[in-house]
């Protein structure tokens, strides 16, 4: 009995390892003729993901192919060389040696399967025979499709190198979803480049694409953590592993959930995109580190601005005109916000933003020094009558404090006496055109923001402050065939280096971080847009706040909305500050004392108004908080009053606070003071000025 079972047993084996030489055979048969008349469809692999890179190659943001899938290219350099050799070790260990038939595979398939019933143990495709049936898919699963994975095979074989082949195969693989090779399953599952990937999740990566949709570890979690397991026992049988590391990456988490693709810097991203259309990768001058804290920030401040508010944020190298961030919104899918605007590119009122090129102007033209005094006191231009944001003046004060105030008058006065149309043209050297209002002429209202101007050309403008008087030309490589055009000096260096050392010396905005940082704040007219525009030695930063669509914002300032903003993005911008330059050769900085008299002060040729009184200002007065008002300065718990902030008109600075009979201890020349009480309950106030007038008012301080 026993030899007749055996022959019986081996039979269908034999039958078996016939089969197998009959279809290696037929395979290199059919290669010749097929090779020639039917060549594999390689070009598949050609219709990839977009991508837009960083300036270090780090993925801003992915597209999908047309028919939505997640395939992104992946050169064998940034896989993980582990993932690669145990992906070896576990589908084709004689990958190098075969030419994409692996006959020894085949003979041992067919062995297991006639010893095991009929049951299929392990398969006999090389990875090469699994690329061909990536690139010409096929439902059905019979020996004649086998034999023509086998005939594809050996004709890919004949027209890649290895290493090509694997790379193919590395960026079709299915890994679940619409998610196509290796480096779209990466980023999907574990939120990383598959440059460097745990024992875990290489052993993964190994055994998805056997069963992409049964093991998806977020939806197939247990059959997905089996696979992992069979793929890391496998190693340790054959050695390659140590024990002690397998049963560690044995009981490694899964991930739970597939993760968002990266999505930086959408609005650059797209424009690129449409810019460059037969551009497969295109590469940004961004950095994706500061480019992504830039939008955490954008996000995290929108739950404190007031409904469709929106930002934009600029920054730039100064240097080199390159754009490291750039923020169009809170968020490019924030739709209460109209976050799919690009703000940064929008043309907006600059407010006081422009005033630093009239003063660098006047500068140039000898005019003024820092310390020469100038009138702020109310003036007629020929009919145009500027006054202060908070409505008052501050009689005589010097250049410096004038532009770091921001007052008004000042500045028109000056603008008067450059030229409003010099102004432009000095703007266009700087590569940004006004945009006036139809059919206006260059006015002195320019000087206040009568005109409109985008952050991108605002920030490009500031670049003239690191550059000794000259700015450069903004680009993040989004845009084909760039070049720098600009050669001429938007001011002279000296009058640059003495405009930037005033805004220097710029107070920081309260509450914000201490930084070595020039700035200048503007808010248009109607409370409409804030602005924040600030630089150190080589970088700049513009910030912008407001409605997209133009609406008024009731309390939106640049100084209290912009300002923060610019300060704590700088901070966490990460970009190593660098320091203000030297005075320029040959530059001497007098005290007023040593001016010569002609500097001595700024006489321009306005008509002062009526109703003054003696000494030119009109005398304080405190609009806010008004007489017999109750005002609540609780902090929400149980810390320390909040400051209650006082707000003037009129006199002349510098002014003295004194609250229930006692003097503070320093004056200032601004018209908003904070003075924080020690106690609740009925304060007098009173605020005197340089001439000696006062004004008082009685509150009462509650805290809820």
């Not at 079709?172 to 745990?198: D, H, I, Q």
């Not at 109703?611 to 908080?625: D, E, F, H, M, N």
Request: charged fraction near 20%; charge should be positive.
């Amino acid at each position: 009995m026993t030899g007749p079972i055996s022959i019986r047993r081996w039979r269908p084996v034999a039958a078996g390892l016939a089969g197998c030489a009959i279809m290696v055979a037929t395979a290199l048969f059919a290669l010749g003729r097929a090779d020639r008349m039917y060549p594999p469809p390689l070009d598949l692999a050609s219709d990839l993901s977009r991508e837009v890179v960083d300036r270090n190659g780090t993925l801003l943001r992915a597209y999908t192919t047309n028919s939505g899938i997640w395939r992104l290219p992946v050169s064998l350099e940034a896989v993980d060389p582990d993932y690669i050799n145990m992906l070896i070790a576990y589908e084709d260990r004689r990958f190098r040696s075969h030419s994409g038939v692996d006959p020894l595979a085949l003979l041992r398939a067919a062995g297991q399967l006639v010893v095991n019933g009929g049951r299929i143990v392990s398969g006999a495709s090389t990875i090469t025979m699994q690329l061909a049936r990536l690139i010409e898919p096929r439902s059905e699963r019979s020996l004649a499709a086998k034999l023509r994975q086998m005939v594809r095979a050996l004709q890919i074989e004949r027209r890649l190198s290895k290493d090509e082949i694997l790379a193919r195969y590395l960026t079709l693989a299915p890994y679940g979803g619409n998610l196509e090779g290796v480096r779209a399953a990466s980023l999907a599952w574990f939120g990383r480049e598959p440059k460097k990937l745990s024992l875990s999740q290489s052993a993964l990566l190994v055994a998805l694409p056997q069963s992409p949709e049964a093991r998806r570890p977020d939806r197939q979690h247990a059959a997905a953590m089996l696979a992992r397991n069979r793929v890391l026992t496998r190693m340790s049988a054959a050695g390659l592993i140590p024990q002690s590391e397998i049963d560690r990456a044995s009981a490694a988490r899964l991930p739970a959930r597939r993760l968002a693709m990266p999505d930086l810097a959408a609005h650059t991203a797209d424009l690129a995109i449409h810019a460059h259309p037969e551009t497969n990768s295109i590469s940004l001058t961004l950095d994706a580190r500061v480019q992504q804290r830039l939008e955490q920030l954008a996000a995290e401040s929108a739950s404190r601005f007031g409904p469709k508010q929106s930002l934009a944020m600029v920054l730039a190298d100064g240097r080199t005109g390159e754009i490291v961030a750039s923020v169009g919104s809170t968020g490019h899918l924030d739709t209460d916000r109209a976050g799919a605007i690009d703000m940064s590119r929008a043309v907006r009122s600059p407010g006081s933003t422009l005033k630093p090129f009239i003063y660098g102007l006047a500068f140039e033209d000898a005019l003024i020094a820092a310390e020469t005094l100038i009138d702020d006191t109310p003036a007629d231009f020929s009919g145009y009558r500027p006054r202060n944001f908070d409505r008052g003046y501050m009689g005589e004060v010097s250049i410096r404090e004038a532009l770091q105030f921001s007052l008004n008058v000042p500045a028109v006065r000056l603008l008067e006496a450059v030229g409003p149309q010099r102004l432009l043209s000095r703007l266009r050297r700087g590569g940004t055109e006004l945009e006036l209002p139809p059919g206006g002429a260059p006015g002195l209202a320019i000087g206040l923001g009568g005109a409109g101007v985008s952050l991108r050309g605002l920030v490009q403008l500031y670049t003239a402050f690191v550059n000794n008087g000259m700015a450069h030309s903004l680009h993040d490589g989004s845009e084909p065939g760039f070049a720098d055009p600009l050669d001429q000096q938007v001011m002279a260096s000296a009058a640059s280096w003495q405009t930037a050392d005033i805004l220097a010396g710029v107070n920081a905005p309260q509450g914000a971080p201490r930084l070595a940082i020039a700035y200048k704040t503007g808010t248009s007219y109607g409370y409409r847009d804030a602005w924040a525009v600030g630089f150190d030695g080589r970088h700049v930063l513009g910030v912008w706040v407001g409605r997209p669509d133009a609406a008024p914002v009731p309390g939106l300032s640049g100084i209290e909305t912009a300002a923060p903003l610019l300060f704590e993005a700088f901070a966490r911008s990460g970009v190593t500050r660098v320091d203000f330059p030297p005075p320029p050769s040959g530059m001497i900085v007098r005290p007023r004392t040593a001016l010569p008299y002609a500097l001595k002060k700024f006489e321009s040729r306005d008509t002062p108004t009526g109703g003054l009184v003696a000494g030119g200002t009109l005398p304080p007065r405190i609009v806010y908080p008004p007489q017999g008002a109750r005002v609540s300065l609780g902090s929400g718990g149980s810390g320390p009053l909040m400051p209650l902030v006082i707000k003037l008109q009129g006199g002349a600075g510098p002014y003295r606070l004194i609250a229930n009979g006692h003097a503070l201890p320093n004056s200032t020349r601004r018209r908003v003071l904070n003075w924080t009480p020690d106690s609740l309950g009925a304060s007098s106030l009173t605020v005197m000025d340089a001439e000696g007038r006062a004004a008082s008012v009685s509150v009462f301080i509650d805290s809820n």
